[in-house]
């Protein structure tokens, strides 16, 4: 069964789940829909202007209940084009977040993402992921898992299991790069399964007491990859005044990172399928690219000054370096915040996007990018306590080795009356672990690193009853230390009017432009316009 025959049976399955939805829900919308449109697209340096037409059927939910937190929007869309082809005619775009409480302490949680992302750092990096253009892959992943929280008298006990899949398929029209291509994504399984005890300060003691533990494990279909992770570490929390409270840890960590060599041909280039995959050799010994076993520490600071207000910095010492992360959360009101997160961790493709999707919101709302590119970038929450969360960081392009992920992201939301106004924004940078290669087989990519700067601003505005207005813009750099590369400035902007006609049926305009430019004159702008109908029932 292909990738996107799964999506679709997620898809249905959720929409079966949704319709079970008892009727006194607090909050329930479930919005099958139909659409039809027409684009037209200027290249704007190659010359080209093209137009094609847009069938496509979806589905829209939000359900909000005391046991059930739903999101869902999901749209399968086939472009058809007239004079010339048209990239990606069949596209896939959805995210989904769901949180169900089976029993009291039991919740099951699951999420999903169907979306395009750039394949190669390398080669071009289009802000519009549909139509005619290259080095796009199609992704998926998801994942599902129980967790459990009770207390026993003053002591709280949680547990959790998770397993996620991603796959992503080959780039549209190739990556654009000249020369060797890097090896090409292919897919992953994880499992990862977490448990911790413990009490709260001026309970069984004067300060609180946390023991913790981990095991990651993960499969990768390229070169037979392996992720093994395990730790175990423990945690006290000591109040110094109101709100405030001074934290320290200290643990011991396991980590192993190995793979197979390629499969050689007689002149010793890797083997490489009609995706540009390599081959694995199954005659090939495993290969370490990383094995860390030994103690961390970690000391920092909570200040919580109020329910709305949470602040938490921590300095340490992991994966053989001195590691910074913290968070900060704050709620301006009940539909507007603030949420800010620093992170370090070893990660992949796979587990990174995994966990991006883990930390989203149950309920958001998405730029609504009306020329295909909804997901790739920042979701915004709804509530202020949820401000939302950015996949840039994970989805800036498919990289197959593992790296040491380091980075910041940040979010905020702004509700009042009719308008609403969502920022994102981060710095993310990878340091890539993989086996040192002899030159014939591969581009060297152990001890490279490449990283991002992003931003993301959207607006909208209800103009009355059926009208609404909306407004995205975007702004990213991108570079790496791999040979032939150089940096890459993308940008992009649309801006869309609704109009709603006898409450089922939308009528849409829109207008946007995407460009990206290269310090190598590698560069493209495109300006396109749509307008469709949208049947809601």
């Known amino acids: 069964m292909t990738p996107r025959s799964n999506y679709l049976l997620l898809a249905a399955g959720a929409v079966a789940a949704l319709a079970a939805v008892p009727a006194h829900a607090q ?48 749209k399968y869309e086939r472009r058809i084009s007239y004079d010339k082809k048209v990239g990606d005619d069949d596209i896939h775009s959805g995210l989904a977040s769901a949180r169900v409480r ?38 998926y992943s998801a994942y599902a898992g129980p967790s459990v929280s009770t207390n026993v008298g003053p002591i709280k006990v949680n547990g959790a299991y998770r397993f996620g899949y991603t796959k992503v398929e080959s780039p549209n029209g190739g990556t654009g790069v000249a020369g060797q291509p890097l090896d090409v994504y292919d897919d992953s399984k994880v499992h990862v399964a977490t448990a911790s005890i413990g009490t709260k300060s001026g309970t069984l ?26 730790y175990a570490r423990g945690d006290v929390v000591l109040p110094v005044g109101r709100g405030v409270a001074i934290e320290g840890g200290v643990g011991y960590e396991n980590i192993a990172i190995s793979q197979r060599d390629p499969l050689l041909d007689g002149t010793g280039a890797p083997v490489l399928d009609a995706n540009g ?113 950015c996949m840039n960081n994970a989805l800036y392009s498919v990289p197959t080795a593992n790296y040491r992920s380091r980075g910041v992201t940040g979010t905020m939301v702004m509700s009042r009356g009719p308008n609403r106004i969502g920022f994102g924004g981060g710095y993310a ?33 209800e103009l009355g009853r059926n009208t609404s207005l909306s407004g995205n813009a975007f702004l990213s750099y991108s570079d790496t230390d791999l040979a032939g590369s150089d ?31 290269g310090e190598a004159n590698n560069s493209d702008t495109q300006v396109q316009a749509l307008i469709g109908l949208r049947y809601g029932f």
């Not at 699951?110 to 005619?132: E, F, H, K, Y």
């Not at 869309?496 to 995407?514: C, E, S």
């Open 102 to 139: 089976v029993a009291p302490g039991v919740t099951m949680e699951a999420g999903g993402i169907a979306t395009r992302v750039r394949s190669d750092i390398r080669g071009d990096a289009p802000g519009n992921l549909a139509g005619n253009v290259r080095n796009i892959g199609q992704v």
């Open 487 to 517: 940096g890459t400035l993308g940008w992009g902007a649309n801006s869309m009017l609704t109009r709603t006609f006898f409450g089922h049926l939308d009528a849409t305009a829109a207008v946007g432009i995407y460009g990206f430019e």
């Open 27 to 74: 909050r329930t919308r479930i919005t099958p829909y139909i659409e039809a449109g027409q684009v037209l697209t200027a290249d704007l340096q190659g010359g080209d202007v093209l137009t094609y037409s847009t069938i496509g059927a979806g589905i829209d939910a939000t359900v909000q209940t005391r046991r059930v937190e739903v999101t869902l929007a999901y």
């Open 277 to 389: 995959r390599q081959q694995t050799n199954p005659a090939s010994p495993r290969r370490l690219a990383y094995d860390f076993d030994g103690l961390f520490w970690d000391a920092g600071v909570i200040w919580r000054p109020s329910r709305r207000t949470f602040l938490e910095a921590r300095v340490g010492k992991r994966y053989g370096s001195m590691s910074y992360t913290g968070s900060l959360s704050y709620q301006i009101g009940p539909g507007s915040g603030i949420q800010i997160g620093v992170y370090d961790s070893i990660d992949s493709f796979g587990r990174q996007l995994n966990g991006s999707l883990a930390s989203l919101p149950t309920s958001f709302v998405t730029s609504n990018d009306p020329f295909g590119d909804q997901y790739s970038g920042c979701v915004f929450g709804t509530s202020g306590s949820a401000a939302g969360s």
């Open 429 to 461: 940078r990878r340091s890539f672990i993989a086996p040192n290669v002899p030159a014939s087989t591969g581009i060297q990519v152990n001890g490279t690193s490449d990283e991002l700067f992003y931003g993301q601003l959207f607006a909208s505005r």
């Open 205 to 230: 003691l004067p300060v609180g007491v946390t023991v913790s533990g981990s095991y990651t494990r993960e499969d990768a279909g390229q070169l037979d990859q392996r992720f093994e992770g395990k």
